[in-house]
């Protein structure tokens, strides 16, 4: 019972670590954030981050691959939904997370994160539309049309978060799917 009990501390601890390191981040350059200021957000003390990162650069690390993993699961997992079905899971998953889309949307965060999300949205799409249209992957127009939905979608998305959530979760929804419906209409 004990052991439980330590690992729902160290979970909670983590989570306090995580969620001060993405509210600095949404406001502060990676270079510029101290162990300290995310240790005094978090309420905890230096030791208790060290007992878990190394530093700054490895808790984003840590982030940043959690965020991938949890990311392309999702486009795997959705990849055979309807427009509006994806875009109502990838809106809430990203609603349900707001703290670390800020982080990853702001312009203070390292851009290689949002291109890694980009390259994921990408070749769903790419995926998608080759079978579709029955065409290889390598297909040129393909990469350009995917880029483009891609794009679309990452923009629309960003544009969202980084007005702070302002407009429902359904109107997001509403908005892509109608967009993206009008993209494959063209295809």
Not at 49 to 55: A, G, N, Q, T
Not at 82 to 93: G, H, I, P, Q, T
Not at 116 to 124: A, I, N, P, V
Request: with cysteine.
């Amino acid at each position: 019972m004990e052991e439980k009990k330590a690992d729902r501390r160290t979970a909670k601890t983590q989570k306090a670590i995580i969620n001060a390191f993405a509210s600095l981040l949404a406001e502060k350059e990676l270079n510029k954030i101290t162990v300290r200021e995310i240790s005094d957000r978090a309420d905890i003390n230096r030791a208790t981050f060290y007992k878990h990162y190394l530093d700054v650069y490895d808790l984003y690390e840590r982030v940043e691959k959690d965020i991938l993993i949890e990311w392309s699961s999702l486009i795997l997992q959705l990849e055979e939904l309807e427009a509006e079905e994806f875009f109502k899971c990838l809106v809430s998953y990203i609603s349900g997370n707001r703290d670390i889309f800020k982080m990853v949307f702001s312009p203070n965060a390292p851009s290689l994160l949002r291109m890694k999300l980009y390259r994921s949205f990408e070749g769903l799409f790419k995926q998608l539309m080759s079978e579709a249209l029955e065409t290889n992957l390598s297909d040129e127009r393909l990469s350009f049309m995917s880029c483009y939905r891609a794009q679309g979608c990452l923009a629309l998305l960003s544009k969202w978060i980084s007005e702070g959530f302002v407009q429902s979760d359904d109107l997001i929804v509403q908005i892509m799917t109608e967009l993206d419906s009008n993209t494959e209409k063209i295809i």
